[in-house]
């Protein structure tokens, strides 16, 4: 941990000014999340995919890409995020179309993309896997790729399978509040609260390395985005406030959250200001 | 007539009326009573010798004018007003000012009997002074010595290519979990309570083992015994303060303290920083006390006690290196100490006994956002020795050298894989989580031997083995070290040396439930050969050169692997040369210190590539200029930039909302070259009984902004060079009497 210190000390430092585009900040084409019907299966079984993507813009254009559908080759571990080493993956293409007439006003193409590409996991899945593995989740994963503007954009997904015998359910966003209020169509000033509010975490158990079971709860976290200015946690938990640094723009914008419960469960929640 | 006689020479007695001038010569600013020295009264010629207390007496003085004329190298020349000096009876005390002080004036430094012909050593005499040391710090000081790689922000010495963890670090022969403060500007000790800092790099005896880099060796020195003597100093970032002295006519002690408030510094910078709020300020201290007993002729006996802690909180507002994990709450505390007693028995004049004990513990706990790691160890250590000179031509020493280790560790990390020094985000790694309770023995013995064919031999050989036994890995090695030595003439020493050193796995390494258990240890063949040219005649003022060139073998080294964690597929070459040319002259003195090495690693999947710290040329320029009250040093190094490996691009994990960086070829890149200029100037103000000492380090001074790092956006789309430490300075002041 000693390098941290230094790297602290140089991060202080530094002056900060580091001309990168900004995590929270939407330019152009992203991919922001992918959103699964069921982030864990027990297989077999299947579950549709459903990217959550930002074009900021971009005019409305649809965008054309491949899927690649495979075993996870251990990302966890440290393996490249690839299917070469699975002689069963699943290719496919997948288009993403924008079509929210609403955001396309001011060009902020940013929601979630109405096609779906379905996962399906085979009972074999589990063939040669510890109790362990089977019991906490052995993973598919689903690559995206899109080349937009010269840039090729990847981004995958994992569905889990699990003999657990309950699976996760997806978390939920029930507000997004500026102030402690509905957010509406308001855009925030500067250093206006941003919270969302959410149902309550799953419980949930897991087996650890060393073979105990354990009941954990889920870790909800949130991810800000917003397609003018910056955050001053652009990642946070649940029940963090998010304060707006800027000062709003003269124009519409967008505002997104989207909630992860740290077992592939995500939800998304939009606002658009007036212009 | 005869009483006319007895009135003259009556009256030539009272014109010969006599005083006496006593005193005592102290030198100035130590209160160092000096003996054995000529002290003068002119113009009678009459002289005088002081005695052990530096008291000298002059009687039946011819009153009148007078002077006391003190002159001895060394010293400033002390001459007394002539007007009226013998006019009355005298008792004074006269200070003599030394031409040049030495930095902390109360150390003595004993003969060191150096056993290595490879290794360097630095006294405090000369670490004290060393430009770049950051106030005389004795580890910092060690990274100007040939061989040492520059190490930017890593708190940690490099030796020879080797990597971080293959360094070493012992005080007074027992190995610490660490030797620096976080961000390496100050080692764990005082730098007033160390004798010398050694380092043995490649080749080293059989003494040593557990280390196939080097061993960064600290030797804490004796209490003074004259009298009791004081230290304490201040400067930006921390002080502190040692009192030594003697407690009885046997027994003698030393304790010293330092606190570093680094962390209100850092405060104060980072109060109007958005990315991240200090909680707690960052602070070190550490301890060190010296007790040291003659026991009897033979045996003495003396306890070091070292204790350090550091400690860190503090709150991340936005994600460390875009990795969603890296936020929040951080908090670290390192901490250890040692009590090691040690005997040592000079049982006749051919033979002696050393034993040595360490007893401790370590404590390291990292919390971030509710992942931690918590390791807490016990550790003892122990050490003996037995030397015996059996004839002119033969010398043995037998030793062991035994280390327990029982640790309870708690993790609930990640795994983290990391391969040429591109790691997967914290975020992506599979949560390990589980409490541990293990023990690790590790057992070495050795035998040293000295063998000359005959007395007058020019030729020495060492036939040396050591053997070590881990348990944790129930491995048993021989490793046979040989070392051969010839002195060519009076002023050439040549020298080689082969032999084979191992070190167990890393405890995350052989971890059952973080590492694999089945990972062995790694292991490498030294080769060196060198000599010694000593152009000084004898003297001290001249030129003396040393020339090492080596060759390593590394095989069976641990490496990061998707299946099963770790293994030992890895392998690597290290070769290279050093030379150090010191000079001095008058006040002056100057060193180059030139390393040209070349370090390969090669791993199974990504080929053959440098080692992170290959650094083809390492060049260190010193000098150092005493004048009076004055000391200037200066250090200038030109290093290569060390390798580094490019990220072509990033895969987005949406459920962890983070990029997972791509590789491209393993260290195929390089850092800009690495130059820097630091200096030291230091002024003392030497009063009777005390000595100021003022200084200004400044590390860095022409703000060279030189490469420690690559940052990179969020999707790696875009990247900077992270430039390390700006110009640097640190004003301090020291007192000591």
């Known amino acids: 941990?000693?390098?941290?210190?230094?790297?602290?000390?140089?991060?202080?430092?530094?002056?900060?000014?580091?001309?990168?585009?900004?995590?929270?900040?939407?330019?152009?084409?992203?991919?922001?999340?992918?959103?699964?019907?069921?982030?864990?299966?027990?297989?077999?079984?299947?579950?549709?995919?459903?990217?959550?993507?930002?074009?900021?813009?971009?005019?409305?254009?649809?965008?054309?890409g491949t899927t690649k559908t495979c075993i996870d080759p251990g990302i966890s571990l440290g393996a490249a995020v690839s299917c070469d080493h699975d002689p069963g993956t699943v290719n496919d293409t997948y288009d993403i179309l924008f079509s929210d007439i609403a955001l396309g006003v001011s060009n902020l193409y940013t929601g979630l993309a109405p096609n779906t590409v379905t996962v399906n996991i085979p009972a074999t899945v589990f063939a040669g896997r510890s109790t362990r593995e089977q019991f906490n989740g052995v993973s598919y994963i689903t690559i995206f790729e899109f080349t937009v503007d010269g840039k090729t954009e990847t981004a995958f997904k994992r569905v889990t399978a699990t003999n657990r015998g309950s699976i996760n359910q997806p978390p939920s966003i029930t507000d997004l509040l500026l102030n402690g209020t509905p957010i509406g169509v308001s855009k925030p000033n500067k250093n206006d609260k941003l919270q969302v509010t959410t149902a309550a975490p799953e419980t949930y158990s897991f087996i650890n390395v060393d073979g105990s079971q354990e009941t954990k709860t889920e870790e909800l976290q949130v991810a800000w985005y917003v397609s003018y200015g910056e955050l001053n946690k652009p990642k946070a938990e649940a029940q963090e406030d998010v304060k707006y640094l800027s000062s709003p723009p003269g124009s519409q914008m967008v505002i997104l959250s989207i909630l992860r419960d740290d077992r592939g469960g995500v939800s998304i929640e939009r606002a658009v200001s007036s212009p | 007539m005869p009483f006319l006689i007895l009135l003259l020479l009556s009256s030539l007695s009272f014109a010969q009326e006599v005083v006496t001038i006593k005193g005592k010569l102290i030198e100035k600013g130590t209160r160092k009573k000096l003996a054995d020295v000529?002290?003068?009264?002119?113009?009678?010629?009459?002289?005088?010798?002081?005695?052990?207390?530096?008291?000298?007496?002059?009687?039946?003085?011819?009153?009148?004018?007078?002077?006391?004329?003190?002159?001895?190298?060394?010293?400033?020349?002390?001459?007394?007003q002539s007007v009226g000096a013998c006019g009355t009876d005298q008792n004074v005390d006269i200070y003599l000012e030394k031409s040049t002080y030495s930095s902390f004036e109360s150390t003595v430094i004993g003969k060191y009997d150096k056993r290595d012909d490879q290794s360097h050593t630095l006294t405090q005499e000369e670490f004290s002074k060393a430009p770049g040391s950051f106030g005389g710090d004795p580890v910092r000081a060690a990274q100007n010595l040939p061989g040492v790689a520059q190490s930017g922000g890593n708190a940690q010495i490099i030796v020879q290519g080797a990597s971080p963890d293959d360094t070493a670090y012992l005080i007074n022969g027992h190995r610490v979990p660490l030797v620096f403060h976080f961000g390496g500007l100050s080692s764990v000790i005082i730098p007033e309570a160390v004798e010398r800092v050694e380092l043995l790099p490649s080749g080293y005896g059989p003494e040593y083992s557990r280390a196939i880099g080097g061993i960064i060796g600290l030797t804490t020195k004796e209490p003074k015994k004259d009298r009791f003597h004081g230290m304490a100093f201040v400067d930006l970032l921390n002080s502190g303060g040692l009192i030594e002295g003697p407690i009885d006519d046997k027994s003698n002690i030393l304790v010293a303290g330092r606190y570093s408030y680094i962390g209100q510094v850092l405060k104060a910078v980072a109060k109007n920083n958005d990315n991240f709020e200090l909680t707690a300020a960052p602070t070190y201290y550490d301890f060190t006390s010296i007790y040291s007993r003659q026991i009897n002729e033979k045996n003495k006996f003396k306890t070091t006690v070292v204790a350090s802690k550091d400690q860190l909180e503090l709150i991340l507002n936005k994600s460390a290196n875009n990795d969603t994990e890296l936020r929040g709450e951080f908090y670290n505390r390192t901490e250890f100490f040692r009590i090691i007693p040690q005997i040592i028995t000079q049982i006749d004049d051919k033979s002696k006994m050393d034993h040595s004990l360490a007893v401790g513990r370590d404590s390291i706990l990292v919390n971030i956002n509710g992942r931690y790691l918590d390791i807490n160890s016990n550790v003892i250590s122990h050490r003996s020795e037995y030397v015996r000179e059996w004839s002119p031509t033969y010398k043995t020493f037998i030793g062991l050298d035994n280390q327990w280790n029982q640790s309870e560790v708690g993790i609930n990390l990640p795994t983290s894989y990391s391969v040429g020094g591109v790691r997967t985000p914290f975020s992506v790694g599979e949560n390990r989580k589980f409490k541990t309770e293990s023990s690790r023995t590790s057992l070495g013995a050795y035998l040293r031997q000295e063998i000359k064919p005959s007395a007058d031999s020019k030729w020495t050989f060492l036939p040396n083995v050591r053997v070590d036994h881990f348990t944790r890995t129930q491995e048993t090695f021989a490793?046979?070290?040989?070392?051969?030595?010839?002195?060519?003439?009076?002023?050439?020493?040549?020298?080689?040396?082969?032999?084979?050193?191992?070190?167990?796995?890393?405890?995350?390494?052989?971890?059952?439930?973080?590492?694999?258990?089945?990972?062995?240890?790694?292991?490498?063949?030294?080769?060196?050969?060198?000599f010694t040219k000593d152009f000084r005649d004898g003297g001290t003022q001249g030129l003396e050169l040393t020339n090492n060139y080596f060759y390593k073998e590394l095989k069976n080294l641990v490496i990061p692997d998707v299946q099963k964690n770790y293994t030992n597929k890895g392998s690597g070459t290290i070769y290279?040369?050093?030379?150090?040319?010191?000079?001095?002259?008058?006040?002056?003195?100057?060193?180059?210190?030139?390393?040209?090495?070349?370090?390969?690693?090669?791993?199974?999947?990504?080929?053959?590539?440098?080692?992170?710290?290959?650094?083809?040329?390492?060049?260190?320029?010193?000098?150092?200029?005493?004048?009076?009250?004055?000391?200037?040093?200066?250090?200038?190094r030109f290093v290569t930039g060390n390798p580094y490996t490019p990220i072509t691009g990033g895969s987005y994990d949406s459920d962890n909302d983070v990029y997972i960086p791509t590789r491209g070829r393993i260290y195929s890149q390089r850092f800009d070259a690495f130059n820097q200029l630091d200096i030291r100037i230091e002024r003392k103000v030497i009063y009777e009984s005390w000595i100021l000492t003022s200084y200004l380090d400044v590390l860095n001074v022409y703000n060279s902004a030189n490469q420690e790092n690559i940052d990179y956006a969020y999707d790696y789309s875009a990247k900077k060079k992270v430039r390390g430490l700006p110009i640097l300075p640190t004003i301090g002041i020291k007192g000591e009497f």
């Not at chain 1, 813009?57 to 649809?62: I, N, Y």
């Not at chain 2, 002059?58 to 009148?64: A, L, M, Q, W």
């Not at chain 2, 150090?580 to 690693?601: F, M, N, P």
Request: net charge positive; charged share 20%; aromatic share 10%.
């Open chain 1, 1 to 64: 941990m000693k390098p941290f210190f230094v790297l602290l000390l140089l991060f202080l430092t530094s002056c900060g000014d580091d001309k990168f585009n900004r995590v929270e900040e939407l330019k152009g084409f992203r991919i922001l999340g992918v959103v699964a019907t069921k982030s864990e299966v027990v297989p077999p079984d299947s579950s549709d995919l459903q990217l959550i993507v930002s074009d900021i813009g971009g005019g409305g254009r649809t965008i054309s």
């Open chain 2, 38 to 80: 000529n002290a003068y009264i002119l113009p009678h010629k009459l002289k005088a010798v002081t005695n052990a207390n530096g008291e000298f007496i002059f009687e039946n003085v011819p009153k009148g004018d007078c002077q006391l004329i003190i002159n001895l190298t060394g010293y400033q020349k002390f001459e007394s």
């Open chain 2, 479 to 530: 490793q046979p070290r040989f070392q051969i030595r010839h002195q060519w003439s009076p002023s050439l020493l040549l020298r080689g040396s082969v032999g084979q050193y191992v070190q167990p796995p890393r405890p995350q390494e052989s971890s059952p439930e973080y590492g694999n258990k089945n990972v062995k240890s790694l292991y490498a063949i030294h080769y060196t050969a060198g």
């Open chain 2, 576 to 636: 290279g040369a050093e030379v150090q040319a010191k000079y001095k002259k008058d006040d002056w003195s100057g060193q180059i210190v030139y390393t040209h090495l070349k370090s390969e690693r090669r791993i199974p999947q990504f080929g053959t590539a440098p080692a992170e710290f290959d650094q083809t040329h390492n060049l260190n320029l010193i000098g150092t200029l005493n004048r009076g009250r004055w000391n200037f040093s200066a250090r200038f």
